[in-house]
């Protein structure tokens, strides 16, 4: 069975960066599909962040191009997300998810709640 | 960005209702649109995806439906198990969007 697991602090002082990682069990993430993160919003808005393919190159949403950076540690089969210069509006649910096929979100890690506050 | 807004944003509706929940698109999408459910504390499951494929083992009570810019979420027979936000998400093209979500509730 495919399972992801958000870790990491969950307050962040502004103007910090924040980092979290994504233990991915029951599959190698070298073996194939795009590895993401996305954040929800209190009030519930949803934004897709960003992937890592399982060749290693990545993928970013513009809005977030010039603070963020996902990278790996294949030895550990697991996936990292850095965002700098950290706002309260950065405050949020963080996920990691596979993105399946080029189709669908299909397996989604628990989330963990990253507060930015000083 | 393609932008997805939903509605209602809150419905509430009885057990055994036929619930119908929309999501539109700020351009045509051609049919690449999910559905997600998500339970209070829990993931994001998906439901369906390219409009109208049922994912394994979701009840055949959910259906989707739509073209262009309009989708819909059909619960043929509403469950109390189905109390959860729903959310739309676009892939036509990047980033991915996701709408706001509707929350569903037992009346």
């Known amino acids: 069975e495919i399972q992801l697991q958000e870790s990491g602090p969950g307050l962040v002082k502004p103007s910090q960066s924040l980092s979290l990682t994504c233990s991915v069990t029951g599959y190698t993430i070298t073996s194939g599909y795009d590895w993401s993160w996305i954040r929800k919003f209190p009030g519930n808005k949803m934004e897709w962040m960003g992937y890592i393919s399982y060749s290693g190159s990545t993928n970013y949403n513009p809005s977030l191009k010039s603070r963020i950076s996902i990278t790996r540690d294949t030895s550990k089969n697991q996936f990292f997300l850095q965002l700098n210069s950290v706002t309260t509006e950065d405050t949020a649910t963080y996920y990691c998810a596979r993105w399946g096929g080029g189709y669908y979100f299909d397996y989604w890690g628990q989330g963990v709640m990253v507060t930015v506050s000083s | 960005d393609i932008q997805m807004t939903q509605s209602p944003s809150l419905l509430s509706a009885s057990v055994g209702d036929r619930v119908t929940l929309s999501c539109k698109a700020s351009q045509n999408i051609y049919k690449y649109l999910n559905w997600y459910q998500q339970k209070l504390g829990e993931a994001p499951k998906l439901l369906i995806y390219y409009t109208n494929s049922l994912q394994t083992g979701i009840p055949s009570r959910f259906s989707g439906s739509g073209s262009g810019t309009d989708y819909t979420l059909t619960i043929s027979s509403l469950q109390p198990e189905d109390v959860a936000t729903y959310f739309c998400?676009?892939?036509?093209?990047?980033?991915?969007?996701f709408g706001s979500g509707t929350k569903l509730e037992i009346k």
């Open positions: 998400q676009q892939y036509n093209s990047w980033p991915l969007t």
